[in-house]
């Protein structure tokens, strides 16, 4: 019988089997089955300074630069972000839940054969070709109404993203295999749910909860009625227990108090600055119950609110979050501001050195 895993078990796997040896960018992703995409840079994007630790050699960039080369889309899953086309075709074809009027269709039939006779188009290109003009975003300012169209078209399956240019996502027509719904919907949800389940375990109930939720509401809103089904269905074949009085869930074939794991508090002794929405930090609920300190990303705080910094990573180190970083470039040359949980660094000898070495190491990635 496998044995009840501690708080201090369900710790050491989650960094363990995120932080997996370096691999390719096509297996790291389809391990991932998900990377979160986020536009800020400081010093780089949170999708390139999660994908640094898990394949080989990486560079900033690199993700943008090889992405049309790849069998990944960009599409909104529990978040927005890169995941493989194979999970992708599982959620399409999508109907939103906010129904277009008969005009804003009209737009997007006008738009879908201007993006079909040009083949990929940037959204420059059909704002000058159809002047919708501007409306409101949801920050609170004016955005070009066909940026807006196009990713309403984006999601619901109508367009994919070619690549990017300076950030800016071109469109393409959708690839025709696409377009097929998948036969059975309860097993494309269940296998939509043990992607997000693979990429945040161990999971507190709660925070399944949530992401089946989410699954259901973002991913596949056209299942959203399915969800609760999806969610028992989920909570009866995932492996579980109830630790510190709380339940946990982890991937089917896997077990947390296995020595296999042990590694994540083990003989590693680099210390690693994470992104904010790294897996092994990405709950914020489960980030308190392992490190017993709560960490915020608060690059949308006021300034004079802020605690740890505009853009703080992470610190992990012998598989404790320990502190966190604020990271920039300044004449060429990468600085770090790090702050600890315990108010100082480590006074072991070796976290000095380990602690250069991570500097020096996201130096190259960023190209420095």
């Not at 608060?298 to 004079?304: D, I, L, M, Q, V």
């Amino acid at each position: 019988m496998p044995a009840t895993p501690t708080l201090d078990h369900l710790r050491r796997y989650a960094v363990a089997r995120s932080l997996f040896e370096p691999t390719s960018l096509p297996r790291a992703i389809a391990r991932l089955g998900f990377v979160q995409v986020d536009p800020i840079r400081a010093p780089a994007r949170a999708q390139d300074l999660t994908l640094r630790h898990r394949v080989d050699g990486y560079r900033a960039g690199d993700l943008e630069r090889r992405y049309p080369r790849l069998p990944v889309e960009e599409d909104f899953f529990v978040n927005y972000g890169i995941l493989p086309r194979a999970i992708q075709c599982l959620m399409h074809p999508r109907t939103a839940r906010t129904a277009w009027p008969r005009a804003r269709w009209k737009q997007a039939e006008a738009v879908l054969a201007f993006v079909q006779s040009h083949g990929v188009v940037h959204p420059r290109d059909v704002d000058a070709a159809f002047e919708h003009g501007t409306t409101r975003n949801g920050f609170g300012g004016n955005s070009r109404a066909s940026t807006q169209l196009l990713d309403g078209m984006h999601y619901r399956g109508l367009l994919r993203v070619a690549r990017r240019e300076n950030g800016i996502r071109l469109y393409a027509p959708q690839l025709a295999h696409e377009r097929d719904p998948p036969s059975e919907p309860d097993a494309a949800l269940d296998a939509l749910i043990d992607v997000v389940v693979a990429k945040y375990a161990p999971l507190p109930a709660a925070t399944l909860n949530r992401l089946v939720s989410w699954v259901g509401s973002t991913a596949a809103p056209q299942w959203h009625g399915r969800r609760r089904a999806a969610l028992a269905r989920a909570k009866a074949r995932l492996p579980q227990a109830t630790v510190d009085g709380d339940r946990w869930y982890w991937p089917a074939g896997e077990d947390p108090c296995s020595r296999r794991y042990a590694r994540g508090e083990g003989p590693d002794d680099r210390v690693r600055l994470l992104a904010p929405f790294d897996p092994v930090v990405w709950d914020r609920e489960r980030f308190e119950r392992f490190w017993n300190w709560a960490y915020r990303f608060e690059a949308y705080t006021p300034a004079s609110r802020r605690i740890r910094g505009y853009y703080a990573l992470p610190m992990l180190w012998r598989g404790r979050v320990i502190g966190w970083a604020n990271a920039a470039v300044h004449d060429g040359q990468l600085r770090l501001q790090p702050g600890y949980v315990d108010g100082r660094a480590p006074r072991d000898a070796a976290f000095g050195p380990a602690l250069r070495d991570e500097q020096a190491h996201l130096a190259r990635f960023l190209g420095l």
